[in-house]
């Protein structure tokens, strides 16, 4: 059974049931041109916290060798990186900008405070960044609603010699004990489609 960890800021609670290492399998399904790109890959997901009123987020990706591969192993694919929170405007008593630190009181330590952030919808509006390696930052704006999460993108950056990737949604529920998530993407001048989905346990 999930137990809250000590010490968890009351503005995590919503998203708590993310919390911890999960592992499991996907598969990619995406149109490249003429082909389509169908295949089986492993994931490691992590979320944790640092006492600071926002979840850090990694995830590991690597391909499973097809069923004609002469080695049989496994090659890496990607890795990502980012931070969730409750969407929220950031006052003094918030650390930031740069190493600035916090000035007073924390405004939200309370679960009556918490609650006082709840959306017309009964769920609570979040804030997602992400970042890619390969020269991409995503900022999805969505809401957690009990154990089902929606984003979608409000801005794409792309560095100069990044690859084309214009929009995202993704999804993300526990269900039966598993973390289940699907990801459409635009990339490659193409409009938002499926392109991958997983399902995933808790290991750690």
Known sequence: M???PPQLPSELVPLSWLLGVWEGSGIID??????????????RLSFSHDGLPHLNYSSYTWLEPTPDSDGGESTPLMTETGYWRLSRAQGLGDPGPGLLPAVGEH???TAAAVESLRNADNGFDIDVTIVHPGGVAEIYLGQVKGPRIDLATDAVMRTQGAKPYSAATRLYGLVDGHLLWAWDMAALGQSLRTHAS???????
Not at 32 to 42: A, L, N, P, T
Not at 198 to 204: A, M, T, Y
């Open 30 to 43: 995406y149109q490249i041109g003429e082909e389509s790109v169908s295949r089986e890959f492993g994931h």
């Open 2 to 4: 999930f137990e809250l």
């Open 107 to 109: 405004p939200f330590v």
């Open 198 to 204: 997983g399902r995933l346990k808790r290991v750690e």
